[in-house]
């Protein structure tokens, strides 16, 4: 699976983006999909998960009430959407995927980068205050 992270950019404190990750392949459906940040100077950190069935999600408690991770398998895309942008949500996002999940896939730890298999090249938010 090679994944595309698009829709960084620069924009105000407040205000909104949404960004895309776009699969290859034809088992999108299959594979758990995964948003991660990463700030100058600081770890890769968690923000979102979409189950591979698309059915549960998950946040960060930084984001949570800010952030929405959605999917279109149909589309091979996920996204995620995301209000009320302040300044330290500042970082390069990565999208990532993990699969292919089945309905007997072992559990894991969704907010770990390793337990992810395939990562897009990531984009840069950067939001102004």
């Known amino acids: 699976v090679q994944l595309q992270a698009s829709g960084g950019g620069l924009v105000q404190a407040g205000g909104s983006l949404r960004l895309s990750c776009e699969a290859s392949?034809?088992?999108?459906?299959?594979?758990?999909i995964g948003w991660f940040r990463q700030a100058p100077g600081k770890e890769r950190e968690f923000v979102a998960h979409?189950?591979?069935?698309?059915?549960?999600?998950a946040y960060s408690d930084s984001v949570k009430g800010r952030f929405s991770i959605s999917r279109e398998n149909a589309k091979n895309t996920a996204y995620l959407q995301m209000n009320s942008l302040e300044p330290w949500d500042t970082a390069v996002y990565y999208c990532?995927?993990?699969?292919?999940?089945?309905?007997?896939?072992?559990?894991?730890?969704?907010?770990?980068?390793?337990?992810?298999?395939?990562w897009g090249q990531g984009t840069l938010v950067t939001v102004s205050s």
């Open positions: 990532a995927a993990k699969g292919p999940l089945h309905h007997f896939s072992r559990s894991y730890d969704r907010t770990e980068k390793y337990e992810y298999d395939y």
């Open positions: 979409i189950a591979w069935r698309g059915g549960s999600t």
């Open positions: 392949g034809r088992t999108f459906s299959s594979y758990a």
